[in-house]
């Protein structure tokens, strides 16, 4: 089993930067593909960007591509997305989520944290 917290959210203005931060617990940890996803007020939950287990594998959303990015260090159980750029279409409810299976669908992923709020103001 997974733990998930995230950290990192706030209030930023457009164009500006936050650096996402998921803390796992569990000696699994390594095992698991990771993804962050995201999710406005009235909107259904959106695929960000996953990672491999092993980190060299990568995939964003066309929305973030370029200027999200994600990566992860095994060696302290964490992943991390890098966030450039930020545009109000931005804010939302960001979540880290682990899966054994990956890819770009909420379904896939079996563990979820509580999630961090990122605001983007115009």
């Known amino acids: 089993q997974v733990q998930l917290v995230e950290s990192g959210g706030g209030l930023v203005r457009t164009g500006g930067s936050l650096r996402l931060s998921c803390a796992a617990s569990?000696?699994?940890?390594?095992?698991?593909?990771m993804g962050w996803f995201r999710q406005a007020p009235g909107k259904e939950r959106e695929f960000v960007a996953t990672?491999?287990?092993?980190?060299?594998?990568?995939s964003h959303a066309d929305s973030v591509k370029g200027r999200f990015t994600i990566s992860r260090d095994n060696a302290k159980n964490m992943v991390y997305l890098q966030m450039n750029s930020l545009k109000p279409e931005d804010t939302a409810v960001y979540y880290c989520?682990?899966?054994?299976?990956?890819?770009?669908?909420?379904?896939?992923?079996?563990?979820w944290g509580q999630g961090t709020q990122v605001t983007v103001s115009s």
């Open positions: 569990g000696r699994t940890f390594r095992s698991y593909a």
């Open positions: 989520a682990a899966g054994l299976g990956g890819g770009t669908e909420a379904a896939r992923f079996d563990y």
């Open positions: 990672i491999s287990w092993s980190g060299g594998i990568t």
